[in-house]
């Protein structure tokens, strides 16, 4: 029996490990092309060896790492070819979503999205691009898991990560985070009014980043 628990408590502690190098590859801290030496993600991570090997191990099935025998891991760096194919994989599936987003928001869902939109605005000004960043994913999240179908949402998750979304690189510049916080209301003002034309239309334009 106290094998079986422990054998528990360290499958959670790798779960948990590549949760925290997964937030790091997100928000920039483990750049894309980076290095993933397993010594440092040890002592970064305060966690043994086979544990980072096997948190390695799945993001690499995520395609989040990249593993080159002989020479380690590093993180997955798409060339501009395989974002421009995950960005119409996203399109496809997100603008799929639009119809049952739309007919299952309530007036509180709304408000919620209103309510995130608007930490997104504050942020552009005043936050840390980190801070943007959650701000967005905190967004996207709300919206999507108004379609209903928490397994869709998880996919769409995924391959999100396909693509570097690091606060670095997400926003080539300044006003195209603007923008991007202009779509994000008018997403909310087309689902308050139940258009889903113009929701779809919204969502494909943010995810291109037009």
Not at 70 to 85: I, K, L, T
Not at 97 to 123: H, Q, Y
Not at 166 to 189: D, G
Request: proline share 3%; hydrophobic share 40%.
């Amino acid at each position: 029996m106290n094998k079986v628990k422990q054998r528990e408590a360290n499958n959670a502690t790798a779960v948990d490990v590549t949760d925290l190098i997964l937030h790091d590859i997100q928000t920039g801290v483990l750049a894309p092309g980076s290095w993933l030496k397993q010594i440092d993600l040890e002592q970064r991570y305060q966690c043994t060896r086979p544990e980072v090997r096997r948190a390695l191990d799945r993001l690499a099935q995520r395609r989040l790492v990249e593993h080159v025998p002989n020479r380690g891991y590093h993180v997955f760096e798409p060339d501009g070819r395989q974002a421009a194919e995950v960005s119409e994989i996203r399109i496809l599936l997100e603008t799929g979503m639009a119809d049952k987003i739309a007919a299952n928001a309530s007036t509180a869902d709304v408000e919620a999205l209103r309510e995130l939109a608007a930490r997104f605005d504050k942020l552009i000004l005043e936050g840390t691009p980190i801070e943007l960043y959650e701000a967005n994913l905190a967004f996207h999240y709300r919206l999507l898991s108004l379609c209903g179908n928490s397994e869709l949402v998880k996919l769409v998750t995924e391959i999100r990560q396909r693509t570097s979304s690091a606060p670095v690189s997400q926003w080539k510049t300044r006003a195209r985070i603007e923008q991007s916080s202009r779509e994000h209301h008018e997403m909310v003002n087309a689902i308050a009014a139940g258009e889903t034309a113009a929701l779809k239309d919204a969502i494909s334009r943010h995810i291109r980043q037009d």
